[in-house]
């Protein structure tokens, strides 16, 4: 923790306003005064976590006071907190990683989020937006492509006017660093178009047709994850997605094991699953742990997008079964 007067200092430094995250102020659609407040409840939790962490940076004090906060919205503070740390951590130029250090220790059970908050670091810090992908090196192997991720989101959410409206391909990432970003990006999609259905397809649709099925994954992780919409919501998406709904489904998947692994349940991510996966979020989940299993390292294609293939084409699968079963049943 830092001497009193300093920590005021730095904390007052990198304060960010709550107003930042409200739709007025960064211009995002609404049709829905559910959706909008439960998407901005969701900007203030993080920006919770990230002040948080800003005062308080002993692993498990922070764990302490963040795990205070209501359950389903829980690991949006853990984000926020990862981001302070990060940003603490290229800022001091110290040798101590109070990253590293919240991640193997209380912050595990929250990896996911932890490694998306460093990539809202990354972001923020010029030094270190020149190339993102140097990064990586610091994370999980496996995970570590979430950090783009947290990029790509952190950039979609505050810049949407660039990423969204003109669809700009960042020119400082290459090869798989850039579908790393659009799936972080269309989890912004899901902010950006107020949880609305028929505007997100319309968004995602303006993109280049290889750029989608990494959109429509981040918009099934966000919907999944956050909320904010009605079963109709993510039926219609579903339908929208076409040939896509898979790689929604992966994000869904994705977003249930988060929360398992953070044993912070939400009905709103049991209700996605069950509409986009076919299954509850503990199947969804457990389909994301049975594909892990004998992935092949990293080549022409990371592990992880080994790994998001097979979710994908295993969640396929179930539901051709299901289906089949369903259609024999009524003969």
């Known amino acids: 923790m830092f001497r009193p007067g300093f920590e005021s200092v730095l904390a007052r430094l990198l304060r960010i306003d709550s107003e930042e995250v409200s739709f007025d102020r960064r211009g995002f659609y609404s049709n829905s005064s ?11 939790v993080f920006l919770d976590g990230y002040h948080l962490a800003l005062r308080e940076t002993r692993p498990n004090q922070l764990a302490k006071l963040l795990e205070s906060v209501e359950e389903s919205c829980r690991g949006f503070a853990f984000e926020g907190a990862a981001m302070a740390l990060a940003l603490l951590d290229h800022t001091l130029f110290t040798r101590r990683s109070r990253w590293r250090q919240f991640l193997s220790g209380p912050g595990v059970v929250h990896q996911y989020m932890l490694h998306v908050g460093y990539g809202w670091a990354i972001a923020r810090l010029p030094w270190l937006r020149k190339n993102p992908s140097r990064q990586l090196s610091r994370c999980d192997p496996l995970l570590c492509w979430l950090v783009l991720d947290g990029y790509g989101f952190h950039q979609g959410y505050f810049d949407w006017p660039k990423y969204v409206s003109l669809r700009e391909v960042p020119s400082n990432l290459s090869g798989y660093a850039l579908r790393a970003f659009d799936q972080g990006l269309g989890r912004s999609l899901w902010f950006v178009a107020g949880a609305d259905a028929d505007k997100i397809v319309d968004l995602v649709a303006a993109y280049s047709k290889e750029r989608q099925p990494d959109l429509w994954s981040g918009v ?6 956050a909320g904010g919409a009605d079963c109709a919501v993510i039926k219609a998406l579903r339908q929208f997605a076409e040939r896509h709904q898979w790689c929604l489904a992966q994000g869904a998947a994705f977003a249930a094991k988060a929360r398992q692994l953070a044993k912070i349940p939400a009905d709103h991510t049991a209700m996605a699953c069950e509409v986009l996966c076919g299954m509850s979020p503990d199947s969804a989940a457990a389909v994301t742990d049975e594909c892990l299993a004998g992935l092949p390292n990293d080549g022409i294609q990371p592990a992880y997008e080994c790994w998001r293939q097979r979710i994908q084409s295993r969640m396929a699968a179930e539901n051709f079964t299901i289906e089949r079963r369903q259609v024999f049943s009524t003969h």
């Open 34 to 44: 559910h959706a909008q407040a439960c998407l901005e409840t969701v900007g203030t």
């Open 220 to 225: 099934g992780l966000a919907s999944a994850y």
